[in-house]
């Protein structure tokens, strides 16, 4: 089953952590940016953050790799914010 990823946001919507539910448990646990790893984010259904804004959460951590995707439709979209506010 599919892993999913749920940003946990500070009041500002800036993602200050990730935690990790796979899909054959109901259990969620931090993820630690710490250990090495590999994540491939267009496998991985994500909650509470654009891809984008967790994607760059990893890439924070010292020892996470992000694989990267062909292209990103998400990014070229922008901010879920800004496309509901008025110009």
Known sequence: MQECLIAETDEFGNVEWVWVSRGDTRRTK???RARGMTINLEDCEIAGASRAAVR???RAGSYCTV???VVDPESMLGNDADATSDP
């Open 30 to 32: 931090p993820l630690d």
């Open 56 to 58: 760059e959460w990893l």
């Open 67 to 69: 694989a990267q995707p």
